[in-house]
T-cell receptor, first 116, second 114 residues
Framework: GAVVSQHPSWVICKSGTSVKIECRSLDFQATTMFWYRQFPKQSLMLMATSNEGSKATYEQGVEKDKFLINHASLTLSTLTVTSAHPEDSSFYIC????????????FGPGTRLTVL | AQKITQTQPGMFVQEKEAVTLDCTYDTSDPSYGLFWYKQPSSGEMIFLIYQGSYDQQNATEGRYSLNFQKARKSANLVISASQLGDSAMYFCAMREGWGGKLIFGQGTELSVKP
C-alpha cells in the first residue's frame, strides 16, 4: 500500500525557534497533501491543503505566516512552525492523496512537537 | 455547523462481542465519501472502511462494516467479535466532492474489556 513518512517523529524546541516538519510520499506521487494538528484527546483539525507547485490553502483561523507550507515536489511537503510558542505544542499529521479521483488519503505517522 | 458528529465520547465492549460506533453527517453535496479511521495510542491513523454516497450496498472490510443510512445521514461503524487490540480512538470523517479535504468527527474512545 501507499506509504507516507514524516520526519521528525518528535521534536522538542525552545520558545521562539522555528521547526520544520517533512512529509514524504514514498511510493506514489502526491498531487495534494493535507496538514492537520491534533491536541490531546481531540479530533484532527485541518490546517491547510497543499497542492504541488502552488500556494497552500489555509483553513480559517490558521495563521499562514506562522505555519509555512511548501509543496515543492510531488513527493514532499514541508510545514514550518515559525517562532514556536508553547501553545503550538501539538501532534501534527500530514496526509497525501493521488490524482485521478482515488478515494483514500494516506496518513503519515505524525510528528509530536513540544515547545518549551 | 458541525458536519460530522460522533456523540459517544467513550464506549466499552466485552471482548468477542459486537459494538456500534455512531456517526451522523450533514452535507448538501450529492457526492461525498465517508471514512472510518482507527487511531491507537501511537497516533497513527489507520484506515478502516470507506462508503461512497452512491454506493448501493453497505461497505464491509473483514470485521468492520458500515451501516449506511443515507436518508438519516448516518454512517455507523460496526465492529464484530471485538478484540483487545481494537481498543483505540475511532474517527468518522467525511469528504465532500472528489479528492477534497476530510472533516473529522470528535472521535469515540473504544475500550475492549477482557
Amino acid at each position: 500500500g501507499a506509504v507516507v513518512s514524516q520526519h521528525p517523529s518528535w521534536v522538542i524546541c525552545k520558545s521562539g525557534t522555528s521547526v520544520k516538519i517533512e512529509c514524504r510520499s514514498l511510493d506514489f506521487q502526491a498531487t495534494t497533501m493535507f496538514w492537520y494538528r491534533q491536541f490531546p484527546k481531540q479530533s484532527l483539525m485541518l490546517m491547510a491543503t497543499s497542492n504541488e507547485g502552488s500556494k497552500a490553502t489555509y483553513e480559517q483561523g490558521v495563521e499562514k505566516d506562522k505555519f509555512l507550507i511548501n509543496h515543492a515536489s510531488l513527493t514532499l511537503s514541508t510545514l514550518t512552525v515559525t517562532s514556536a510558542h508553547p501553545e503550538d505544542s501539538s501532534f501534527y499529521i500530514c496526509s497525501a492523496t493521488t490524482s485521478g479521483g482515488d478515494n483514500e488519503q494516506f496518513f503519515g505517522p505524525g510528528t509530536r512537537l513540544t515547545v518549551l | 455547523a458541525q458536519k460530522i458528529t460522533q456523540t459517544q465520547p467513550g464506549m466499552f465492549v466485552q471482548e468477542k462481542e459486537a459494538v456500534t460506533l455512531d456517526c451522523t453527517y450533514d452535507t448538501s453535496d450529492p457526492s461525498y465519501g465517508l471514512f472510518w479511521y482507527k487511531q491507537p495510542s501511537s497516533g497513527e491513523m489507520i484506515f478502516l472502511i470507506y462508503q461512497g454516497s452512491y454506493d448501493q450496498q453497505n461497505a464491509t472490510e473483514g470485521r468492520y462494516s458500515l451501516n449506511f443510512q443515507k436518508a438519516r445521514k448516518s454512517a455507523n461503524l460496526v465492529i464484530s467479535a471485538s478484540q483487545l487490540g481494537d481498543s483505540a480512538m475511532y474517527f468518522c470523517a467525511m469528504r465532500e466532492g472528489w479528492g477534497g479535504k476530510l472533516i473529522f468527527g470528535q472521535g469515540t474512545e473504544l475500550s475492549v474489556k477482557p
